[in-house]
C-alpha cells in the first residue's frame, strides 16, 4: 500500500497541500489559509481516497449501518455513518485507541461511539444486532432481487417486507405479481449475489466491444464504475459509449443488444431511451441506458453458450457454462461524454460530494450531462475530466483516488 501521497500532503492535521485556490479555504472563502491547513477538507471530492486502507474492520461496521439506516427510511443517518465511514478510509494510520476518535472531524457523535466501542471491544453491539436482525437479512434478499435500477429498490424491497416478505421462498410465491425485471432478477439470484471479477468484467468488454463494433467499427466504449477505480470486484459491470459524430450513435444500443440476444449472451434488458427534454440543470441522468442482466460464457468453454438451455439457477440444476452477470450500458453524445465518464465512475459518495461541493460552494449544478453556473446562468463545456475539476476549482483526483 503506498500512502506516500497521502502522508505528504493529506494527514488529518495537514489536508491536501494544493495551490490556495483548489481549497475550500480559498480566496472567496471567509476561512483563512492558516486554519485551513488545519482542517480536514471538508468535502470527499477534495479528500483522496484511496481503495485500500487503514482501517477496513471500522469502515465495514459503519457501512453495515448506514446500508441498515437506509433500509429504515433514514438517509441522515445513512449520510452520517458514510461520511465517517468516507473519512476514515483517507486516514494514512490504523486507529489504535478510543483516544485518536475524539480529534476526528467530520464524524458525528454516534460514529465516535461506534469506533471507540470497536476499538475498546473488538465488536460493535448496536452492529452485530443490525447484522443479525430479520428486517436487515430481508431488506437484503429484497434488495438483491431489484437488479439494480436507480431509486425503486429500497422502497420495494420495504412493500416486501411490510406485506409479509421475509425470504427468497416468500418472494417465489407472488412470482406472478413481480415485474420483468424482479422476475430475472430472482431467477438469477445466486449468480448476482457472487461478486463479478476483473477477469469477467475484462469477458464481458469483449462481448460488449465486439457487438457494438460490428455495427460502427470506431466506437469507443469505456469500463466505468468501480472497476475504473480500481477494484478487482463489483456488484456489475458499468460501460460507456460514445462516437465522435453523434448520428453513429443513433439506434446503436439497441441493434448491439438486439444482436447479443440473438447469440443468446443476454438473460434480461430492458432499455432507457434518452430523455430529450431533460431539464439540463436537473440531478437526473438522461442518457438512453440499457440495464441487462448477461450470460457470460465461462472462461474456457466447452460448449458456446446456449439461450434454450437456460434454467433458474435457485434449484440445483446441471453445472451451467455460464454465469448471470448484472451490466449497465449507457451512450453519452461526444460533447457531454467526459461529464459522464465522471459522473459513472463514483464512487457513489464521491458523486454526491462532487454534486454537494458544486451546489453549495460553487453555486453550480452538476450531472452526468454539463455542468451548470447557477448565478451566471451558462454551460461550461469540457474535453477531460481534468478540465471539469478546473471548472471547480478542485485539484485533480485520478480515478484511483474517488473511492470515497
Ligand atoms: N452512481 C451515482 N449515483 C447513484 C448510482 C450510481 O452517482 N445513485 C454512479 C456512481 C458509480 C456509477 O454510477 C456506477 O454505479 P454502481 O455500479 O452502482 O457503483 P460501483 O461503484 O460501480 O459499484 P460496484 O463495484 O459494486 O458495481
Ligand atoms: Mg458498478
Not at 18 to 44: F, N, W
Not at 45 to 68: F, G, W, Y
Not at 353 to 358: A, G, I, K
Amino acid at each position: 500500500l503506498d500512502i506516500s501521497w497521502f502522508t505528504e500532503s493529506m494527514s488529518l492535521g495537514k489536508p491536501l497541500k494544493v495551490e490556495p485556490r483548489h481549497c475550500l479555504g480559498d480566496s472567496s472563502s471567509s476561512v483563512s489559509s492558516d486554519k485551513a491547513t488545519q482542517e480536514t477538507p471538508s468535502y470527499a471530492c477534495q479528500r483522496r481516497t484511496p481503495l485500500h486502507h487503514h482501517n477496513k474492520e471500522i469502515v465495514d461496521a459503519l457501512q453495515i449501518l448506514a446500508l441498515s439506516a437506509s433500509f429504515q427510511g433514514s438517509e441522515a443517518r445513512y449520510l452520517g455513518f458514510t461520511r465517517a465511514a468516507s473519512v476514515l478510509k483517507c486516514l494514512p494510520f490504523t486507529l489504535q485507541s478510543a483516544e485518536e476518535v475524539k480529534d476526528l472531524q467530520f464524524c458525528g457523535g454516534h460514529s465516535k461511539t461506534v469506533i471507540q466501542e470497536i476499538l475498546e471491544d473488538r465488536v460493535c453491539r448496536e452492529v452485530e444486532m443490525v447484522k443479525n436482525s430479520e428486517h436487515y437479512q430481508s431488506m437484503k434478499v429484497g434488495f438483491k432481487v431489484l437488479t439494480g435500477i436507480f431509486g425503486v429498490g429500497i422502497r420495494t424491497a420495504d412493500k416486501w417486507y411490510r406485506d409479509g416478505i421475509r425470504s427468497l421462498s416468500d418472494l417465489n410465491e407472488i412470482e406472478g405479481k413481480l415485474t420483468g425485471e424482479q422476475k430475472a432478477g430472482l431467477l438469477h439470484y445466486t449468480d448476482l449475489q457472487q461478486p463479478v471479477t476483473r477477469d469477467e468484467a475484462e469477458r464481458v468488454e469483449q462481448l460488449v466491444k465486439g457487438a457494438l463494433q460490428s455495427f460502427v467499427p470506431d466506437v469507443q466504449v469505456t469500463m466505468t464504475g468501480g472497476f475504473r477505480r480500481g477494484k478487482q470486484e463489483g456488484h456489475d459491470v458499468d460501460f460507456l459509449i460514445t462516437h465522435p459524430n453523434e448520428e453513429a450513435l443513433n439506434g446503436l444500443l439497441r441493434k448491439a443488444v438486439a444482436w447479443l440476444d440473438s447469440k443468446g449472451s443476454i438473460l434480461y434488458h430492458h432499455i432507457k431511451g434518452r430523455s430529450h427534454n431533460f431539464a439540463r440543470s436537473s440531478t437526473m441522468d438522461g442518457h438512453e441506458t440499457c440495464y441487462a442482466i448477461f450470460a457470460l460464457p465461462n472462461a474456457c468453454p466447452e460448449k458456446s453458450p446456449d439461450a434454450g438451455t437456460i434454467q433458474p439457477d435457485l434449484d440445483k440444476s446441471p453445472p451451467r457454462n455460464w454465469k448471470a452477470v448484472r451490466v449497465d450500458l449507457v451512450v453519452a453524445p461526444y460533447s457531454e461524454y467526459s461529464y459522464a465518464l465522471l459522473g459513472w465512475t463514483g464512487s457513489k459518495h464521491f458523486e454526491r460530494e462532487l454534486r454537494r461541493f458544486s451546489l453549495q460552494v460553487k453555486k453550480m449544478s452538476l450531472n452526468s450531462h454539463g455542468l451548470f453556473d447557477i448565478e451566471k446562468k451558462c454551460h461550461y463545456p469540457a474535453t477531460s475530466e481534468e478540465e471539469i475539476f478546473a471548472h471547480l476549482g478542485l485539484l485533480y483526483l485520478t480515478p484511483s483516488e474517488r473511492n470515497a
